[in-house]
Structure formats: C-alpha cells, structure tokens
C-alpha cells in the first residue's frame, strides 16, 4: 500500500496467514527484477543491493564473487547447523 510517498502496513498484517490468502485471491504476480551486470558501474545517488543466501559455512571461499554494494543482504543459511561456533565464524568472515 503505497500512496503519496507513504507506505502503509495492509489492516491484516499482524494476522499472516489472512493476509496471505487475500493477496492470493487477488492473483498477484511479482515481476522478476532485472539484475545488473556485475560491471555496471556504482552511482553516487543511487543504492545498490547484494543479495546472497545459502553460504552454508562456505562465505570466505565466496567472498571475492561478491560484487561491491551499498547494502549486502545475506538472506538465510549461512550455517550448516545453526552451531554458535559458525555464527561466529560467519561474523569474523563478514566483518
């Protein structure tokens, strides 16, 4: 819910799965975005995203596939098993 600038959280937002089936009866399709290649150049009055997922323990082998970016949003699975241990591994490799 977008209007005048001003994002507004949908009435049923705090019930999930009534949310959920409204926006499925609406039939709503979420177009793919377009990505950028990784050379396109980084502009000052713009932000640029990067969104990883499933490094499972494996993010410091990765780590130079990452292209630059303002915000790096790691969406899940950066653990094998949730240990505190690769928590903290991860953390170091993040920085």
């Known amino acids: ?3 005048n600038g ?3 959280a949908d009435p049923l937002s705090h019930k999930p799965i009534d949310l959920w089936k409204k926006y499925l009866k609406q039939g709503r399709v979420v177009e793919p975005a377009k990505t ?4 396109t150049p980084i502009h000052e009055n713009k932000v640029r995203f990067v969104c990883i997922s499933d ?3 494996k ?3 990765m780590l130079h596939m990452i292209p630059d970016g303002d915000v790096l949003i790691h969406a899940g699975d950066f653990t094998n098993y949730g ?3 690769e928590v903290i ?3 170091q490799e993040i920085g």
């Open 1 to 3: 819910m977008f209007e």
């Open 55 to 57: 490094t499972h323990e």
């Open 59 to 61: 993010l410091g082998e």
């Open 36 to 39: 950028l290649r990784l050379n």
């Open 89 to 91: 591994k991860f953390n």
């Open 6 to 8: 001003i994002i507004r």
């Open 83 to 85: 240990d505190l241990a």
